[in-house]
């Protein structure tokens, strides 16, 4: 090949990643965007042309690659941790006043930063090169989405330094900006796509495509706001640290300060709820850092939380609009919920149509009448509620609600039934079909069979097909009946049935909670299948028995009775297992009477750990009934493994005893906590 054409390549290839840089993260660029689009045309025929100048870092990678069949699975070298929450400038001085306590520091100065509301993500950079990125998933393990990230333009493929670090974990979160998301809302309405609800769930959505192609058209941003691990970098505070991932070219959000003390914080904060509404993205409050990493570090972190951060949440944001309708849904149960239909309303930079109106009795107490005007709260997560009409507005041609007497799906009757100090009404039909596909999309969602691809649309729509009128129909399923469905391909039918198969070894928590019986979630089903192995023994417990467990009161212990008392219900179980269902107890009880797997082991604890100081794990250990002890031998069940580990690893590793490294070891020691 020509030396002139590497030449010419190298130089695209730098001069367009400069530029890129300058528009999308620095927001100043020097060119146009036809001269832009122009250079980047004669790369891409250069590469195209000769393959080996396409480099991992080239601005063309940013279109997409080949589509994947699934994400792989990557654990966080450091566990991603999320915050603690303060409410009021009370929470944050108690925040403070703890610091001060266990550091013995006289001040201490903070780093504040927006929090930002969109998806976290760990960028990997190897010598100064992405290598992979990965979701936060659980905290532990997430998914790698190195593709998509590629595709955001404001991400570095290769950081901008001469002394590239052997390693740097960075991370920060994934948004898309209000008018970038209204524009995509507005694209998707017109192909008569489903809408996203918020610029959040519009980003995590774009993040799990398989294909990256489609995340590329997608208007991703980033901002970065920390690290994992790194080498072969010097970090001594977060703002420090920010500067230099600034100088490696990430975006960092400008509305970062330092604050000397507690008290420019709580101004910080006030200042940044002023803003808010001028800024181009979503954020839900301010994030506030303890900037010395040193006392960080010697803070040191709880397990799903470091002690060194907290974030301060803005309250939630209301707006006015008109109800325009109350419709009904029926939900699992059964129970029929009014929903007030609105005329759509932006609160805080998300268009609101939806609030739940709980049920008839609310809506008496409130008034709420249908084209009344009315006050909506939106607070992060949580669905938009009414929290009042405003009588001023009324024009006299409101009308009131009447709750139907009949199921506005399937037209059986409604019983109205007393629950706590209101009433509910309900379906009096087990099989009403909107009951059917709610009971449906419950047990196959994530916390319970967990059945990958089985969202609420297929389960609509195999429910209309007549192929689901049972739980059990689901592990009958046929491939070709599900190819031949509308909007199903070949390949998505397989990867169903795969999804189907896969979740049939079930967990005795999994399953007690998939069933959906009343009272019982997830919590109420662990400690259930805590207590007892098989799904045959808790079909036959008594309410006194399931009353003895810790934590299980007497309205659960009656629902689980009355729900195993109902022969239809122990026949619909008896199918699921006939149907080839294998449900499993994760974990014996032990004779100790504590069951957490490390209960009653004898551990050694070597090398340098990340998260936690050694005497604060055996300290952790010794209170789950775990030995910790200070020589490796046969008798030992379990050597911890911190960083730079020795001669106690490689005994282990002869004696063949287990090795956990420290992210293993937060995994099991996290999940039964
Ligand atoms: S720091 C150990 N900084 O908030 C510190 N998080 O509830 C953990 N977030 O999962 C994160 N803006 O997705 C940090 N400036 C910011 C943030 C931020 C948004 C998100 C992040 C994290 C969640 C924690």
């Not at 996203?196 to 941003?221: E, H, V, Y």
């Not at 998300?350 to 109106?357: C, F, G, N």
């Not at 009409?389 to 019983?415: A, L, N, W, Y």
């Amino acid at each position: 090949m020509d030396k002139r054409i590497r030449a010419e390549a190298r130089s695209l290839q730098k001069e367009l990643t400069e530029h890129s840089h300058r528009y999308h993260v620095l927001d100043d660029p020097v060119i146009s965007d036809v001269e832009y689009d122009r250079m980047l045309a004669r790369l891409m025929e250069i590469e195209e042309r000769f393959p080996e100048l396409s480099t991992p870092d080239s601005p063309t990678k940013r279109v997409g690659a080949p589509p994947l069949d699934a994400f792989e699975q990557a654990r966080h070298s450091l566990p991603m941790l999320s915050l603690d929450n303060a409410f009021n400038d009370g929470d944050v001085r108690a925040f403070h006043a703890r610091i001060v306590k266990l550091t013995g520091a006289d001040t201490v100065a903070y780093t504040v930063e927006p929090k930002l509301d969109g998806v976290a993500v760990e960028l990997v950079y190897e010598y100064g090169l992405l290598v992979r990125a990965v979701t936060r998933g659980d905290g532990v393990t997430g998914e790698v989405i190195t593709e998509n990230i590629r595709t955001i333009r404001s991400v570095p493929l290769k950081l901008k330094t001469a002394l590239t670090p052997p390693l740097l974990e960075v991370r920060g979160e994934i948004i898309i900006k209000k008018d970038g998301f209204e524009k995509l809302n507005r694209v998707r309405m017109e192909a008569g796509e489903k809408l996203f609800a918020n610029p959040r769930n519009a980003a995590a959505g774009s993040l799990r495509q398989l294909d990256s192609k489609i995340t590329a058209q997608r208007p991703l941003d980033i901002f970065v706001y920390g690290v994992g691990r790194t080498d072969g970098l010097e970090l001594t505070g977060q703002a420090r640290m920010l500067d230099q991932l600034k100088e490696f070219g990430f975006p960092v959000n400008p509305h970062i300060r330092t604050c000397p003390d507690v008290s420019q914080v709580i101004d910080a904060y006030r200042e940044l709820d002023r803003l808010r509404g001028t800024l181009s993205y979503e954020i839900d409050g301010m994030v506030i850092k303890v900037d010395d990493m040193g006392l960080q570090q010697q803070l040191g972190e709880k397990i799903k939380s470091p002690r060194w951060a907290v974030a301060y949440k803005f309250p939630a944001v209301r707006e006015t609009t008109v109800i325009n309708d109350i419709i009904v849904q029926v939900g699992r149960t059964g129970t029929l919920t009014p929903v007030a239909i609105l005329e759509p309303v932006n609160v805080g930079g998300v268009t609101v149509s939806r609030a739940t109106l709980h049920n008839e009795d609310e809506i008496r107490r409130k008034d709420i009448r249908i084209g009344d005007t009315a006050l909506i709260i939106r607070s992060g997560d949580v669905i938009p509620k009414v929290v009042k009409i405003i009588p001023e507005s009324r024009t006299g041609d409101e009308k009131v609600f009447i709750m139907p007497d009949k199921c506005p799906v399937c037209g059986s009757d409604i019983q109205r039934i007393r629950q706590d100090r209101s009433h509910i009404n309900k379906c009096v039909n087990v099989s009403c079909q909107a009951q059917l596909k709610e009971r449906i999309s419950h047990f196959v969602s994530k916390k319970a069979l967990d059945i990958d691809g089985m969202g609420k649309k297929i389960v609509i729509q195999l429910v209309d097909e007549g192929m689901l009128r049972s739980y059990a129909d689901i592990f009958v399923l046929q491939e070709d009946r599900i190819a031949a469905l509308d909007r199903m391909a070949e390949k998505s039918a397989a990867n169903l049935i795969a999804a189907v198969n896969a979740s049939k070894t079930v967990s005795l928590r999994r399953f007690i909670y998939a069933l959906g019986i009343d009272h019982t979630g997830e919590n109420a089903a662990k400690l259930i299948s805590d207590q007892f192995t098989t799904i045959e023994e808790v079909m036959s417990l008594t309410p006194e028995k399931l009353e003895q467990i810790h934590g299980i009161g007497p309205e659960t212990a009656f629902a689980v009775c009355l729900f195993f008392s109902n022969p239809e219900n122990v026949e619909m179980v008896q199918k699921i297992l006939d149907a080839g269902v294998n449900v499993i107890n994760e974990k014996p009880v032990s004779d100790s009477g504590t069951d957490h797997p490390f209960s009653g082991k004898r551990f050694v604890l070597t090398g340098t750990l990340h998260t936690m100081t050694r005497s604060r794990a055996k300290q952790q250990l010794e209170s789950l009934g775990a030995k910790v002890t200070s020589a490796v031998s046969a008798k030992t069940d379990f050597l911890l493994a911190g960083e730079k580990a020795g001669s106690k690893l490689e005994k282990a590793r002869q004696l063949g005893i287990d090795i956990l490294d420290e992210t293993q070891f937060l995994t099991i020691l996290k999940r039964e906590i």
